[in-house]
């Protein structure tokens, strides 16, 4: 299995411009996790997804940001405008909680993206 | 108060020494406890589940203490590679929802 894909890596941008990020889950995982890592407030859970539904977005900062998961296998996440204090990395993660045995309630976590806004 | 809260460290510590971190949490109805590993600039990687009733990989012992509402991991017989952030991790009551500690960084040095 190829785990969690993230893109980009990498992405530098200019205040005011949209970001898009992508995420593809595990292959039948069916929770998505979109989160922000900062160095001063750590980890931070902004939406996460049930078969696709948005069960909880309390975690989105703004309105600048929103997501979708429009099928099983792709997520986005998008920041319209973007400014300089989203500059974080930004992790997708996915679940599969009803799965037996050890694996159960694991999150597998992307390789994150890297934003920077200037 | 946050909803789960640990040293942020750093622990330096010599190799073959023993380490411990601890991690509190709030909620007394969460559920489900991890340990995760976290390489400078790279994702967070499990490192183990905890259970109630303490559990055991290799070096690394994890235990559940649900009536003061903290979980615990020893390292024993450090190792340089073992030098990381350890974020502990919190699934909390009724909602899907994981919790993450800002993590515990541990330098192990030669």
């Known amino acids: 299995d190829a785990g969690v894909i993230q893109s980009p890596r990498h992405e530098v941008t200019e205040m005011g411009q949209e970001v898009t990020l992508r995420c593809k889950p595990i292959s039948g995982h069916d929770y998505l996790f979109w989160y922000r890592q900062t160095m001063m407030r ?6 996460y997804f049930n078969n696709n539904v948005p069960i909880d977005d309390s975690g989105m900062p ?8 429009p099928n099983a296998s ?19 993660a996915s679940s599969l909680p009803t799965s037996g045995g050890l694996a159960k309630n694991i999150q597998y976590f992307g390789a994150g993206t890297r934003l920077s806004v200037l | 108060r946050k909803e789960v809260e ?34 400078c600039r790279k994702e ?31 390292i024993r017989d450090s190792k340089l590679s073992d030098s990381a952030t350890y974020l502990c991790v919190v699934k909390g009551g009724l909602a899907y929802k994981y919790i993450f500690g800002t993590g515990t960084r541990l330098k192990v040095l030669a």
Do not use: H
């Open chain 1, 42 to 47: 750590g980890l931070e859970l902004l939406i």
């Open chain 1, 62 to 69: 703004e309105d600048r940001f929103s997501a979708k998961m």
């Open chain 2, 44 to 74: 967070p990687k499990l490192l183990m589940s905890v259970y109630s009733s303490g559990n055991e990989d290799g070096r690394f012992t994890a235990q559940l203490n649900r009536a003061s509402q903290y979980i615990s991991l020893l």
């Open chain 1, 74 to 92: 792709f997520s986005t996440l998008k920041i319209q405008p973007s400014e300089p204090r989203d500059s974080a990395v930004y992790f997708c």
């Open chain 2, 6 to 39: 640990q040293d942020p460290g750093p622990f330096n510590v010599p190799e073959g020494a023993t380490v411990a971190f601890n991690c509190t949490y709030s909620n007394s109805a969460s559920q489900s406890f991890f340990w995760y590993r976290q390489d």
